[in-house]
């Protein structure tokens, strides 16, 4: 028998499913224009986490897809960071929509009409099983206006029909209420907890920054209170300014606005938020969904305005966490004036353009302060894992939670003794590339360990890789400067704009052609890598070695294009260039441009100095 089975009921296997001791006591629920959980008032500062539910941001230099889902770790590491922050609440994306042009759909969530990727869901299973373990509810977005991981415009695809019939076309509505009842009855594989009997969710966004009339929203909100007694729906409408229509719909529970500069208007954040504070008083709880990109001053008012009016809560754009490959994820934003990229936890001099350090304290303070709270120490950071590795030249781990730097230490025995050989690594200094190069490697096996730091103090260590077995020495040039290169010629200079299309690289060396980088090494060059970025045509790079640094032969390299296509960030071509078993006694490397060239890191192998 098919009919709505509404969520007034937990069903026999959420019963089951429940801990003694959950993690949140109640729904959320309204009173007048607050929120509630339980008896007490509920607001909050916190952040939004695009890439909670997919991730669209893995660049690697070689990856030609840069989508996939998120693991464990990285959904850990991202609750983590938000509870480590005061963050009680984190907005994601909207649920994925497969866009035909993508490269295969197994990252994507809804695959077409009542067609859906259980792999996917899995990761929302367990996303909400990781959020009510971190104490940090969510607010799901339905689907999204815009093309960035699919949306009305692929519902409307899948009919043949264009995006804007999304609103009114009686098929697509229906269409979409399908999802709508796929996912609020999915029963949750890791908990037995059905979604829509799930505490961990704070609302239902009907979707992200929709162009929607006020009669979809009407019919959409009604029909999600069909089947979700427990659950709060709040109307997801484009705009700087509160829809009237929203105030006043019995089904809407919160409202909404996210605040960007060059929006049409003089005002700032503050008076923005104040005015649209005034229109919901009295009749709704107003959530400020997103805002960014204006300085930390603005930035502040904008927080100070949320916890001085009765303003539920506040959402900054955005945060990204850690990368289980290394490093973080990384994104650049399109909108953001190409300087404005994702923020990290706790922050790094690499983002001193937008003062990330400054502003993630800052956020800091007002999450906890909007609760009436002080802000507890920041704990010492947790043991990093060190992931496997045969090269010294390529060494990487998976970050530690509010940790601030890094040491990397080499010992002769897994039992030590321990040696410092990297102290201070930010791991931010470079993006989708080997952390760390120990170049002073002596010939033999060696074991390594890393060791996470803060200003609260150090870790255990993390778990130890070897024996690693050197056998040459490397130099690794990431080109934040010009500091290990031997000579330039020609009008060489780095670049630190621009990184999307150059997968995120936030430092290159820039030229022309005829421009050149010179490195000398102390021994023969044995194998090299480069790294290289063209914004048109390929104008492949020329290399030649040299023994004095004066006369110079040619040397053959081989190339690999990892292009896929300008995508939807205008990504410009990458090629690795690469040799292997150079003959003869050169000690210099030139690498001469023959065209608009960035080269964004150099690897150069040779052979160990004696002892």
């Known amino acids: 028998m098919n009919r709505l089975v509404p969520c007034l009921l937990l069903s026999i296997s959420s019963l089951a499913a429940l801990h003694a001791e959950p993690a949140f006591q109640h729904f959320i629920t309204v009173r007048g224009d607050r929120l509630m959980d339980g008896a007490r008032p509920f607001r909050f500062i916190s952040f939004n986490i695009p890439n909670l539910l997919i991730v669209e941001d893995n660049v690697p230099f070689a990856e030609t897809n840069p989508w996939r889902l998120p693991d464990e770790f990285e959904l850990q590491d991202a609750l983590a960071t938000a509870h480590q922050m005061g963050g009680t609440v984190v907005r994601t994306y909207s649920i994925p929509v497969w866009r035909g042009n993508d490269p295969p759909a197994e990252s994507s969530y809804v695959l077409g009409v009542d067609r859906y990727n259980e792999n996917a869901f899995r990761t929302f299973d367990l996303a909400l099983k990781l959020a009510n373990e971190n104490g940090v509810r969510l607010i799901i977005p339905l689907v999204n206006n815009w093309k960035w991981q699919g949306g009305r415009g692929e519902y409307a695809g899948f009919r043949g029909k264009a995006a804007d019939d999304f609103w009114t076309d009686p098929q697509l509505i229906a269409d979409f209420e399908r999802t709508i009842r796929f996912v609020l009855l999915r029963t949750n594989t890791l908990t037995g907890v059905r979604y829509c009997d799930d505490k961990a969710i704070l609302c239902w966004e009907t979707g992200n920054e929709l162009s929607s009339p006020a009669s979809w929203t009407h019919e959409i909100a009604r029909y999600l209170k069909t089947l979700d007694h427990h659950h709060l729906v709040m109307d997801g409408v484009n705009g700087g300014r509160l829809r009237p229509d929203s105030l006043t719909d019995p089904y809407v529970d919160i409202v909404t606005t996210h605040h960007y500069p060059g929006s049409g208007t003089s005002k700032t954040f503050a008076e923005l938020i104040r005015e649209n504070w005034e229109m919901a008083k009295g009749k709704k709880p107003y959530v400020v969904g997103e805002f960014g990109f204006v300085s930390t001053a603005e930035m502040a008012d904008a927080m100070k305005t949320i916890i001085n009016t009765g303003t539920a809560g506040g959402l900054l754009w955005s945060l990204r966490f850690h990368d289980r490959d290394g490093g973080f994820y990384w994104h650049s934003e399109p909108s ?108 033999g096996d060696w074991f390594y360990r890393v060791i996470a730091k803060n200003g609260s103090g150090v870790s255990k260590p993390s778990n130890v890789v070897g024996p690693v077995t050197v056998t040459h020495d490397v130099l690794v040039d990431n080109l934040a400067d010009f500091s290990k290169v031997q000579a330039r010629e020609g009008n060489l200079e780095i670049k630190t704009r621009d990184c999307r299309e150059a997968k995120e690289d936030v430092d290159r060396a820039a030229g022309k052609a005829g421009d050149a980088l010179v490195y000398k090494l102390p021994t023969a060059i044995e194998s090299f890598r480069v790294f290289a970025f063209f914004p048109h045509d390929i104008a492949d790079l020329k290399f030649s070695i040299s023994d004095d640094g004066r006369t110079y032969r040619d040397v053959s390299a081989g190339r690999n294009e990892y292009f896929s296509g300008a995508g939807d960030y205008n990504y410009w071509k990458p090629v690795l260039y690469h040799a292997e078993n150079v003959t003869g006694a050169g000690k210099f490397l030139k690498i001469t441009m023959t065209g608009e060239t960035q080269i964004g890191r150099v690897e150069i192998t040779h052979a160990l100095e004696k002892n």
């Not at 190069?437 to 010939?443: G, I, L, N």
Request: aromatic fraction near 12%.
């Open 336 to 443: 953001g004036g190409n300087l404005y990229k994702a923020f990290h936890w706790p922050g790094s001099p690499v983002g001193a353009g937008y003062d990330e350090i400054q502003l993630m304290a800052l956020v800091r303070s007002n999450a906890f302060a909007i609760r009436g709270m002080t802000p507890p120490p920041i704990p010492a950071p947790a043991p990093p894992k060190l992931l496997p590795f045969t090269d010294p030249g390529a060494i990487s781990w998976q970050g530690s939670v509010g940790a601030t730097t890094y040491n990397v230490e080499r010992a002769p025995k897994r039992s030590g003794p321990w040696t410092v050989v990297g102290n201070g690594i930010d791991e931010s200094a470079v993006q989708y590339y080997p952390l760390f190069a120990d170049e002073s490697a002596p010939k």
